[in-house]
């Protein structure tokens, strides 16, 4: 999955890095196995993976006022850009 996350990663980057940061959320650190170009937070005690009501692989646009704009289980890129395009007019 972590491919499809660095896809995602990209393209936000490419077409939406002014109103968009990225970050990747995980319970277990092993960086080993995340090839991660950006910020990378370590969820420990679950605390945002439960806030958000993850429970595995996620995709989620938290808006400024952390209320959740677009979710997507599994993530998947043309769902987020479809989204993306009705909000910024791309």
């Excluded at 990225?22 to 605390?47: A, G, H, S």
């Excluded at 958000?52 to 979710?71: K, M, N, Q, S, T």
Aim: cysteine-free; overall charge negative.
């Amino acid at each position: 999955m972590i491919v499809e996350i660095n896809t995602i990663f990209q393209n936000i980057n490419a077409h939406y890095s002014q109103w968009i940061n990225v970050y990747l959320v995980v319970t277990n650190y092993d960086p080993e196995n995340y090839n991660w170009p950006d910020q990378l937070i370590f969820d420990k005690e679950n605390r945002i993976h439960e806030r958000y009501g993850a429970a595995g692989e996620y995709l989620y646009l938290i808006r400024p006022d952390h209320f959740v704009g677009f979710r997507s289980i599994p993530p998947r890129w043309d769902k987020l850009e479809s989204y993306l395009k009705k909000i910024f007019k791309y």
